[in-house]
């Protein structure tokens, strides 16, 4: 079974940078693919940015040249370095794992869930 949580979340301003972390434990991840969702009161949890088993990445349009996620396999930890915030990016932000080789962006392939942390963005 594995566990994820995050942490990082936090207030800033637009044109600001975050990074989030999600550490994870009870598995290794060379055997999941990985991502991060995020979710706004009233809509549903969309993709933002996936990390396949081989280190390739994927991202949501939205985000695509601001945001970047990488991992560090031995400290089982995934990132995600977001910069050139914008008000529009405020929401709960999710990590998840899925056993297998690719990050798709459909969060009903993924069994794994953090409990998720804020991110506000500032106008």
């Known amino acids: 079974q594995v566990q994820l949580v995050e942490s990082g979340g936090g207030l800033v301003q637009a044109g600001g940078s975050l990074r989030l972390s999600c550490a994870a434990s009870?598995?290794?991840?060379?055997?999941?693919?990985l991502a991060w969702f995020r979710q706004v009161p009233g809509r549903e949890r969309e993709f933002v940015a996936g990390?396949?088993?081989?280190?390739?990445?994927t991202y949501a349009d939205s985000v695509k040249g601001r945001f970047t996620i990488s991992k560090d396999n031995a400290k089982l930890t995934v990132y995600l370095q977001m910069n050139s915030l914008k008000p529009e990016d405020t929401a709960v932000y999710y990590c998840?794992?899925?056993?297998?080789?690719?990050?798709?962006?459909?969060?009903?392939?993924?069994?794994?869930w953090g409990q998720g942390a804020q991110v506000t963005v500032s106008s």
């Open positions: 998840a794992a899925r056993s297998g080789l690719v990050a798709v962006s459909r969060r009903s392939e993924y069994e794994y």
């Open positions: 009870g598995g290794s991840f060379s055997e999941y693919a």
């Open positions: 990390i396949h088993w081989s280190s390739v990445t």
